[in-house]
T-cell receptor, first 115, second 110 residues
Framework: GESVGLHLPTLSVQEGDNSIINCAYS??????FIWYKQESGKGPQFIID?????DKRQGQRVTVLLNKTVKHLSLQIAATQPGDSAVYFC??????????????FGSGTQLTVLP | EAQVTQNPRYLITVTGKKLTVTCSQN?????MSWYRQDPGLGLRQIYY???????DKGDVPEGYKVSRKEKRNFPLILESPSPNQTSLYFC?????????FGPGTRLTVT
């Protein structure tokens, strides 16, 4: 099976600084990785994903880095804003079977942006 | 707008009183699932469904039932709720790679 862990349960950053949130996984066969953002009182929201044939992917102000050698991925948020305050967690999945893909979720890092 | 809806959003009930949490999606996704979220444990899958009339157990299925009679609906049934089922529940639907979550149902069983 798969287990997913996050390195820090909480992270505080100054507004305007860059944030880095980390995630480690156990199954070297995992090939799909997603980062979610969950604001208080809301459901998780997709941020960015990456497949195992890539080691970096960029979105708007976010970058995901994947290191398959050490089974580690990270989410980088550039110029962190107050609206970025939320819980961030990664999900790790294996190969799809039809339309199904089992995902294992980490427990999350609470990001707090300080003014 | 792509959407997953859940009802009710909040529910307080007593041990043993059967309840159903509804879930509906408008994206014509075949795959739907239910998760519970507890502090420090992350999202854990309860049941999932790969299509109409096709359901299977996730990681923590004990005490729950589901049904999938229509593609858009995937209700979660607690036949005899117990206090250890107090949790935040999320329904989700997805295509192969994109997953959408509902807003959550906060359930308290006393």
């Amino acid at each position: 099976g798969e287990s997913v862990g996050l390195h820090l349960p909480t992270l505080s950053v100054q507004e305007g600084d860059n944030s880095i949130i980390n995630c480690a996984y156990s199954n070297s066969a995992s090939d799909y990785f997603i980062w979610y953002k969950q604001e208080s009182g809301k459901g998780p929201q997709f941020i960015i994903d990456i497949r195992s044939n890539m080691d970096k992917r960029q979105g708007q102000r976010v970058t995901v880095l994947l290191n398959k050698t050490v089974k580690h991925l990270s989410l980088q948020i550039a110029a962190t804003q107050p609206g970025d305050s939320a819980v961030y967690f990664c999900a790790v999945g294996g190969r799809p079977s039809g339309s199904a893909r089992q995902l294992t979720f980490g427990s999350g890092t609470q990001l707090t942006v300080l003014p | 707008e792509a959407q997953v809806t859940q009802n009710p959003r909040y529910l307080i009930t007593v041990t043993g009183k059967k309840l159903t949490v509804t879930c509906s999606q408008n994206m014509n996704h075949e795959y739907m699932s239910w998760y519970r979220q507890d502090p420090g444990l992350g999202l854990r899958q309860i049941y999932y469904s790969m299509n109409v009339e096709v359901t299977d157990k996730g990681d923590v299925p004990e005490g729950y039932k589901v049904s999938r009679k229509e593609k858009r609906n995937f209700p979660l049934i607690l036949e005899s709720p117990s206090p250890n089922q107090t949790s935040l529940y999320f329904c989700a639907s997805r295509s192969v790679y994109e997953q959408y979550f509902g807003p959550g149902t906060r359930l308290t069983v006393t």
